[in-house]
């Protein structure tokens, strides 16, 4: 059964880079056959696309986030990872991670979710 | 950007209802739409994508339908378990979700 699990820290400094890995188990990040993204969740609010990655490292990402948003992947430890540069209050949220279908498509499954504060 | 707006936000029902959740797209995205359904403090669960296509193994009491830029997602006869905040998803063109649709207890 594939799991995926969010780690990194929960606090950030505004201006700073936040930092978060998903770890793959129970398949491969190596298949060809989906796509690896995040998703985020502001408290109480609504849910955002960040951005999808393909093992080969194609990436997709969300135009409002800019030249902010970076994702990667390392096939050899079964991860992909995200970095979101110069980060806000507007940044506090739940970080998800989630198998796409598609470079823009369905998530199933997701992780549980990882919040990550930004404040000084 | 394409915009995703659900309707109603909040929805109130009582158990054995038929219930109906709106998703319009701000232009069309032909069936590239996807729903979830989530709890407090848990992540999102997929319902159904492509429009109509139900996940295995998720109740056929849900179904979804509609292409272009109007769909619903409809739950024939309301369990306790169902009973939580509904998103769309549109994957058209990269991806956007809706502000969700709150299900409470009638």
């Known amino acids: 059964q594939l799991q995926l699990q969010e780690s990194g820290p929960g606090l950030v400094k505004p201006s700073e880079t936040l930092s978060l890995t998903c770890t793959v188990s129970?398949?491969?990040?190596?298949?060809?056959?989906?796509?690896w993204g995040w998703i985020r969740q502001p408290p109480g609010k609504g849910l955002e696309w960040i951005g999808n990655?393909?093992?080969?490292?194609?990436?997709y990402y969300n135009p409002s986030l800019g030249s902010r948003v970076t994702i990667s992947v390392d096939t050899s430890k079964n991860q992909f990872s995200l970095k979101l540069s110069y980060v806000t209050a507007a940044d506090t949220a739940v970080y998800y991670c989630?198998?796409?279908?598609?470079?823009?498509?369905?998530?199933?499954?997701w992780g549980q979710g990882t919040l990550v504060t930004v404040s000084s | 950007d394409i915009q995703m707006t659900q309707s109603p936000s909040t929805l109130s029902a009582s158990v054995g209802d038929r219930v109906t959740i709106t998703c319009r797209a701000s232009q069309s995205v032909s069936s590239w739409l996807a729903w979830y359904q989530q709890k407090p403090g848990k992540a999102p669960k997929l319902l159904i994508y492509r429009a109509s296509t139900l996940k295995s193994g998720v109740p056929s009491r849900f179904s979804g339908s509609g292409s272009g830029t109007e769909f619903t997602l409809t739950i024939s006869s309301l369990q306790p378990d169902d009973f939580a905040t509904y998103y769309c998803?549109?994957?058209?063109?990269?991806?956007?979700f809706g502000q969700g649709t709150k299900l409470e207890i009638k």
């Open positions: 998803q549109q994957y058209d063109s990269y991806s956007t």
């Open positions: 129970g398949g491969s990040v190596s298949t060809s056959t989906y796509y």
């Open positions: 989630g198998r796409g279908s598609s470079y823009y498509g369905w998530f199933d499954p």
């Open positions: 990655i393909y093992y080969s490292g194609s990436t």
